[in-house]
């Protein structure tokens, strides 16, 4: 059986059928459907139901970016960060997590973030770190709360202020992220 529509296709892979997933995908995905282009280029980076093949991972990630699809913007910048499917350049990296991240993708805006941190692909910026580490924060990602404490901790980007420190750290902490539960 193949899924008809996008959401049966997102159905199939949700429950682990990927052969249906891929049919309906694909299908969805050759009419220019960007959302389903993102799920291929899922399946492929992750080898589910298809081999793993970074390259066309790339490739149907760019189709979907192009046409503004923020998950695959930021996956697109993951695999440029990593030199996966293509060459590494943080450059891009950086050009396609503040796409997605500009379009409120907490995880884009944690990996731009990282990127100012360390000075990948832009000028080392702790403000910037902080700007886009404050907003996936927000969002609740566990990961952005906990690099936020480590921030303010040492006052990189934003006066040092531990207590608010220790409030990132503590939220980070009651999703279970180890590091900030460390940090405590």
Same mark, same amino acid.
């Given at each position: 059986? #193949?899924?008809?529509?996008?959401?049966?296709?997102?159905? !199939?892979?949700?429950? !682990? /059928? &990927?052969?249906?997933?891929?049919?309906?995908?694909?299908?969805?995905?050759?009419?220019?459907?960007?959302?389903?282009?993102?799920?291929?280029?899922?399946?492929?980076?992750?080898?589910?139901?298809?081999?793993?093949?970074?390259?066309?991972?790339?490739?149907?990630?760019?189709?979907?970016?192009?046409?503004?699809?923020?998950?695959?913007?930021?996956?697109?910048?993951?695999?440029?960060?990593?030199?996966?499917?293509?060459?590494? /350049?943080?450059?891009?990296?950086?050009?396609? &997590?503040?796409?997605?991240?500009?379009?409120?993708?907490?995880?884009?805006?944690?990996? *731009?973030?990282?990127?100012?941190?360390?000075?990948?692909?832009?000028?080392?910026? /702790? #403000? #910037?770190?902080?700007?886009?580490?404050?907003?996936?924060?927000?969002?609740? *990602?566990?990961?952005?709360?906990?690099?936020?404490?480590?921030?303010?901790?040492?006052?990189?980007?934003?006066?040092?202020?531990?207590?608010?420190?220790?409030?990132? &750290?503590?939220?980070?902490?009651? #999703?279970?992220?180890?590091? !900030?539960?460390?940090?405590?």
């Amino acid at each position: 059986m #193949q899924a008809q529509t996008l959401d049966q296709a997102v159905a !199939a892979f949700q429950r !682990a /059928d &990927y052969k249906t997933a891929f049919a309906g995908f694909k299908r969805l995905a050759d009419q220019g459907n960007p959302k389903a282009q993102s799920y291929l280029g899922k399946m492929f980076a992750d080898g589910k139901g298809v081999p793993k093949d970074d390259q066309l991972a790339v490739a149907w990630y760019r189709k979907a970016a192009e046409q503004g699809v923020a998950v695959a913007q930021s996956n697109l910048g993951k695999m440029s960060a990593d030199g996966k499917g293509v060459p590494k /350049d943080d450059q891009q990296a950086v050009a396609w &997590y503040r796409k997605a991240a500009e379009q409120g993708l907490a995880e884009a805006q944690f990996n *731009l973030g990282t990127m100012f941190a360390d000075g990948k692909g832009v000028p080392k910026d /702790d #403000q #910037q770190a902080v700007a886009w580490y404050r907003k996936a924060a927000d969002q609740g *990602l566990a990961s952005a709360q906990s690099n936020l404490g480590f921030m303010l901790t040492k006052g990189s980007g934003v006066p040092k202020d531990d207590q608010q420190a220790v409030a990132w &750290y503590r939220k980070a902490a009651d #999703q279970g992220f180890a590091v !900030a539960q460390s940090n405590l």
